[in-house]
């Protein structure tokens, strides 16, 4: 079963929580494309998966910080209501 684009994003911004990486606690970005199995995602797989990433830094509820390995990602703090708003509307039993 393939998932729609805002139960990745809500998925991600859940996941991210759930290892409370808020502001300065950080993962690789590369980690968050391993969090969803390629079957659920479809044809373009990962590609999808790091453009609904950068949707979210888009829309500034994920800020990126750049390292000599690599991109990091965390949820930004400021925007904490309208994340657990997003959680909630996909996973309500939390």
């Known amino acids: 079963m393939i998932i729609s684009?805002?139960?990745i994003k809500a998925y991600i911004l859940r996941k991210l929580a759930g290892k409370g990486k808020w502001g300065h606690s950080h993962t690789s970005f590369e980690n968050i494309r391993k969090?969803?199995?390629?079957?659920?995602l479809g044809k373009?797989?990962?590609k999808r998966v790091n453009e609904l990433v950068k949707e979210l830094v888009?829309?500034?509820?994920?800020l990126t910080k750049p390292t000599h390995?690599?991109?990091e990602v965390s949820l930004n703090p400021r925007e904490s209501?309208?994340?657990?708003?997003i959680i909630k509307r996909y996973y309500p039993e939390e």
């Open 5 to 7: 684009d805002e139960e």
């Open 35 to 40: 969090w969803i199995p390629q079957r659920d």
């Open 44 to 46: 373009e797989g990962h």
């Open 58 to 62: 888009r829309d500034r509820l994920v």
């Open 69 to 71: 390995y690599g991109l």
């Open 81 to 85: 209501r309208k994340i657990d708003e």
